[in-house]
């Protein structure tokens, strides 16, 4: 059930920022926990990159360090926006990331943060299969989300943290064996970490 919050944090960006800027510091603090997935990959300036729900840049301004050819995707209008101010080297698509306004077999990397949990179980299985279709033989798909702990300690803040600002969705995604569900996609695992006492996991995914 989403609480007041969570409307709170998504219709005031300082908030959501001030709340991240909260997250990020099991991990090593906001830049580290934006690039986490991001580490082991070959990045050049024509790598041809997705960053899938990109919302305000967060992640893109990390991206366009690295290639110059740059695309965030997101549903919202408004998102887009704040990510075209905050990133312009980048180019912004409207759409959902279960059905992308893009080619298939057109992108290299596909990049996402924090946005699977909001999604249901069979909406994860459109975008793992939209995510296998844009990329080119051999594309990656690299996402960083929640993941159930696996230090005890990190059970109560995640709670707490879901609690305020997170729905079902998310709690679904703890019991959710995403490797299995990219496996069924097509995809064969490269490399999988966890973070923040296993709060927190990194999946690389490759498209044979």
């Not at 908030?15 to 830049?31: H, K, M, Q, R």
């Amino acid at each position: 059930m989403a609480t007041f919050l969570r409307t709170l944090s998504y219709r005031y960006q300082s908030l959501y920022d001030g709340i991240s800027w909260l997250a990020a510091l099991s991990v090593g603090g906001e830049a580290r926990f934006r690039q986490l997935a991001l580490q082991n990959l070959e990045i050049t300036i024509d790598t041809k990159v997705l960053d899938l729900c990109c919302g305000c840049g967060q992640t893109t301004k990390f991206l366009v360090q690295k290639s110059n050819l740059v695309t965030g995707l997101d549903i919202s209008p408004v998102s887009l926006q704040r990510a075209a101010k905050n990133v312009p080297e980048a180019k912004y698509v409207e759409g959902l990331a279960q059905d992308m306004p893009l080619a298939s077999s057109s992108i290299d990397i596909v990049h996402t943060s924090s946005a699977l949990h909001e999604m249901t179980t069979t909406e994860l299985e459109q975008i793992f299969s939209e995510v296998y279709r844009i990329l080119e033989s051999g594309g990656i798909f690299t996402l960083i989300d929640f993941h159930a702990p696996t230090n005890s300690l990190f059970w109560f803040p995640l709670a707490i943290f879901m609690w305020l600002f997170e729905t079902e969705t998310a709690w679904q995604l703890l019991k959710t064996d995403l490797i299995e569900k990219l496996e069924d996609s097509g995809f064969q695992l490269l490399n999988r970490s966890f973070h923040a006492g296993g709060s927190l996991q990194v999946i690389q995914v490759i498209k044979p």
